[in-house]
Nanobody, 113 residues
Framework: VQFVESGGGLVQPGESLRLSCTAS????????MSWYRQIPGKQRELVAR????????YYADSVKGRFTIFRDNGKNTAYLQMNNLKPEDTAVYYC???????WGQGTQVTVSS
């Protein structure tokens, strides 16, 4: 099993980023996918989750209306579109699948003026 995450970076408040998580080694189209984030010294928190078919996404209250999780099963890739970023969104973002209990390596998102 392998995840390749990309898309993090340094942006100013109000800007956007799109994170990608490309998976291999398991049947991606059968797996729900999640994005978590972690700030140093704090617990990892669930940001968004999407079912295997892409229906009924879940969002943490702190990102509702700003973030969108979606997937392309043909590309074995899950995405997190992050709009109107705020400094409090600064964290390392991880993709995760409970199907394999597997985490990506994480990608840093920094929102700062």
């Amino acid at each position: 099993v392998q995840f390749v995450e990309s898309g993090g970076g340094l942006v100013q408040p109000g800007e956007s980023l799109r994170l990608s998580c490309t998976a291999s080694g398991f049947t991606f189209s059968s797996a729900a996918m999640s994005w978590y984030r972690q700030i140093p010294g704090k617990q990892r928190e669930l940001v968004a989750r999407i079912s295997s078919t892409g229906s009924s996404p879940y969002y943490a209250d702190s990102v509702k209306g700003r973030f969108t999780i979606f997937r392309d099963n043909g590309k074995n890739t899950a995405y997190l579109q992050m709009n109107n970023l705020k400094p409090e969104d600064t964290a390392v973002y991880y993709c995760y699948t409970s199907m394999m209990d597997y985490w990506g390596q994480g990608t840093q998102v920094t929102v700062s003026s």
